[in-house]
């Protein structure tokens, strides 16, 4: 009994948590293997200072041939945005991608709609982001694998907005390099 109090609570706090489950420091730098470790079956990708700086619509340079590594690996990738139309839409289409937009995460449902549409459970669906208090609590309040990537420099749409995230997400970051560090590891 005492056991299954603890999950259960243990469950609560993990699914309001923004801890991450993995950080890395590009969505470059995680390969099909490092996907396949986790036990991830499908990707989605926030696009703002993930895969495109703040507001810009150019992807990373890279990013065209990771895509083709993932999917040759049999993983599906998406995009699911904060991102209001019809920006992250074109962001999508340039890449050949199904795309959500205006996902409002923290919330979770876009990211459970998007497992659906890849035909994936939600706990094998990798949420790849750089916001903890955003792509990170949506992803684990789903379920989901929640991926962390460094953000990309160039945050100047709304400097502020981000400076006051970056400094809160700061202490969380701090007890996830004690634990972890950068990529997969064996738990």
């Known amino acids: 009994m005492a056991d299954t109090y603890k999950k259960s609570i243990l469950d609560i706090i993990l699914k309001s948590s923004p801890m991450p489950k993995y950080r890395f420091k590009s969505v470059l730098d995680i390969t099909a293997e490092d996907f396949k470790k986790m036990g991830a079956e499908a990707v989605a990708l926030d696009i703002d200072n993930t895969i495109c700086n703040d507001g810009k619509d150019n992807c990373i340079d890279g990013l065209e041939d990771w895509l083709k590594e993932i999917q040759g690996a049999g993983i599906k990738v998406m995009i699911i945005s904060n991102a209001i139309p019809p920006r992250p839409v074109k962001i999508a289409q340039k890449l050949s991608l199904p795309c959500l937009c205006y996902a409002k995460k923290p919330l979770s449902y876009k990211l459970r709609k998007g497992a659906k549409m890849m035909g994936v459970e939600t706990n094998r669906l ?12 949506a992803a684990n309040g789903c379920g989901a694998i929640a991926v962390r990537v460094d953000p990309l420099k160039g945050e100047t749409r709304y400097p502020r907005y981000y400076a006051m995230r970056r400094k809160k997400e700061a202490a969380v970051l701090e007890e996830f390099e004690k634990r972890h560090g950068y990529g997969v590891y064996d738990e």
């Open 126 to 137: 990798a949420m790849v982001g750089d916001q903890l208090f955003a792509d990170v609590k």
